[in-house]
């Protein structure tokens, strides 16, 4: 029995993520990047703790998913209620859970954008 899910042709997958690189749909971007279902980008952040309310303001998606690298990070209460205020739901999670989650969430049809920081 096939259990493979449907998902929209020409989709974004992410398939892997290692040494400060990502391959989305069979292509490899390095450095930290914006993936929704429709389109893939180089996001230009310098890393967790430089993270701003700016670099969140051309993102629209129902939630995203911002993976802060090897381990888990907390964004300050003031920045999460900035980006708030923009009308983003922000999930914070490691890099590698957010990879996984961006991919059921989008073959789920899912208005979704994983915002990753490399491991």
Known sequence: ???????KQGSQILQSYKNGAFKVSGLVY????????????????SGFANLSEDDFTNI?????????????A?????????????????EV?????????????MAEGRQVVAALLPV
């Open 60 to 72: 629209e998606a129902e939630v995203v998913l911002l993976g802060t690298g090897a381990s888990m």
């Open 1 to 7: 029995m096939d259990v493979t899910p449907l998902v």
């Open 30 to 45: 390095e450095g930290a990047i914006l993936v929704s279902p429709e389109e893939t980008q180089l996001w230009p952040v």
């Open 93 to 105: 999670m490691d890099t590698a859970a957010a990879c996984r989650t961006y991919n059921v969430l």
């Open 74 to 90: 907390f964004l300050p209460p003031e920045l999460r209620k900035a980006i708030k205020a923009q009308g983003l739901a922000v």
